[in-house]
């Protein structure tokens, strides 16, 4: 008996590894996704079955029942969460967003897209999200030779990704693109705690040793280099490294003082001010020389010059037949590291010098542990620390500290 025409087919959610059935309805045209368990297994070919035998016996209708009884006007039922996540990604651009934030905000967005992304905004509620954190358990880093399973995310990059879904939805709400009940009913979906759902917890960032640090010194531009010794003796954030300017430098003391325009809390009216003692001055020194004043520090196209003045004096004479490599003016290079161009250039380092790759938080946790272990809690303001509760009350005495454990380590 040939099969009835028009029946949805049982499909694999990838992302998840979850079977996923879309049911349209007959009247609206609106379409909405069913997951039913794992792929493959007994239980979601009989939950397909049920579900199939619902929606027929309704006329191929929708069930009303499971679509969240919240206020929504014809623009939230008709808008999808693809092109929601699609505007609320054009807002941050235009906003100024920095390329890292975005990055991970676009990594949350796709998993929900992928889950739920036909879905009208008007459907999405508290069990949504929930199929959208299940996704992203499910969700494993590419491939690599090292990594032939991939990599999963961590509970608390999950967390993360979340809260970057239900903050798009504040969004769209200020915007009147979704209902006004939704974020509040969003926050009723409690975090992830340790142990749930097998998901692994991540690894404690140790500080890098400093014999790591010196390792890859030969193998580094002299711009790169001075990032690190920047960082490796201010505590610096690899986003402020990146983005220092003369201008944002008060040199007028021995303790230089650099007050980063962009920082991690300036949206929240914080001041940030690191300091620079003899050592991240020496670095800097060189750089600042005939460079204009709202110029970045750290140019990569200085850095790109120098790696290749390096390898054409330590390889081999090029062979009349072989073409040049694209010279800097053709190649769409930015005027200032990102903190990925940054962490890039030193893991290709510790490859080279043979040592373990480390990151840039884990430098700044290097220079941490230094100043805590003479100074304690008053070298917060160091490290921009805003937890410490004392940090606003003993201000005037932070600042001495701080002064002091620069000239000393910086």
């Known amino acids: 008996m040939p099969a009835p025409k028009n029946i949805p087919s049982l499909r694999l959610h990838k992302p998840s590894g979850r079977a996923v059935v879309t049911l349209t309805d007959v009247n609206t045209g609106r379409r909405k996704d069913h997951f039913l368990g794992e792929y493959g297994t007994p239980e979601a070919h009989h939950a397909y079955a049920e579900v199939l035998a619902a929606w027929i016996a309704r006329g191929r209708v929708l069930d009303s029942s499971s679509t969240p009884t919240l206020t929504a006007t014809h623009t939230h039922a008709t808008t999808s969460i693809a092109a929601l996540a699609l505007a609320y990604v054009r807002h941050l651009e235009e906003r100024g967003t920095s390329k890292d934030q975005l990055d991970c905000i676009r990594a949350a967005l796709r998993v929900m897209r992928s889950t739920c992304g036909g879905m009208a905004?008007?459907?999405?509620?508290?069990?949504?999200?929930?199929?959208?954190r299940q996704s992203m358990i499910a969700l494993r880093y590419a491939k690599t030779k090292a990594r032939p399973k991939g990599k999963r995310w961590t509970r608390s990059t999950i967390n993360r990704r979340v809260q970057h879904v239900v903050r798009m939805f504040r969004w769209a709400v200020?915007?009147?693109?979704?209902?006004t009940a939704l974020p509040e009913a969003l926050a009723c979906v409690e975090p992830l705690k340790a142990g749930e759902f097998g998901v692994p917890e991540g690894k404690r960032v140790l500080p890098v040793p400093d014999a790591d640090v010196d390792a890859i010194r030969g193998h580094v531009s002299n711009v790169v280099w001075a990032m690190v010794q920047v960082q490796r003796y201010t505590?610096?954030?690899?986003g402020e490294v990146c983005a220092m300017r003369p201008i944002d430098l008060d040199t007028t003391g021995k303790v230089w003082l650099y007050r980063p325009g962009m920082h991690k809390n300036a949206h929240r009216g914080h001041e940030r001010t690191i300091y620079l003692g003899r050592r991240a001055q020496a670095a800097i020194k060189p750089l600042l020389a005939g460079r204009a004043v709202d110029a970045y520090l750290f140019d990569p196209r200085e850095s790109m010059a120098q790696r290749r003045a390096a390898n054409a004096t330590k390889?081999?004479?090029r062979r009349d037949d072989q073409q040049p490599s694209p010279t800097l003016t053709n190649r769409k290079t930015r005027d200032r590291f990102t903190t990925g161009n940054y962490r890039q250039a030193i893991h290709r380092a510790c490859e080279l010098a043979g040592v373990p790759k480390w990151s840039t938080h884990q430098l700044r946790h290097l220079a941490a542990t230094k100043a805590r272990k003479e100074f304690g809690a008053e070298a917060a303001l160091l490290l921009g620390d805003r937890t410490t509760r004392m940090v606003d009350l003993y201000a005037e005495r932070d600042v001495g500290a701080v002064m002091d454990v620069v000239r000393k380590i910086g």
């Open 174 to 179: 200020a915007h009147e693109r979704a209902p």
């Open 235 to 238: 505590a610096a954030r690899a």
């Open 315 to 317: 390889g081999k004479p």
């Open 121 to 132: 905004v008007a459907e999405f509620g508290p069990l949504a999200l929930q199929e959208v």
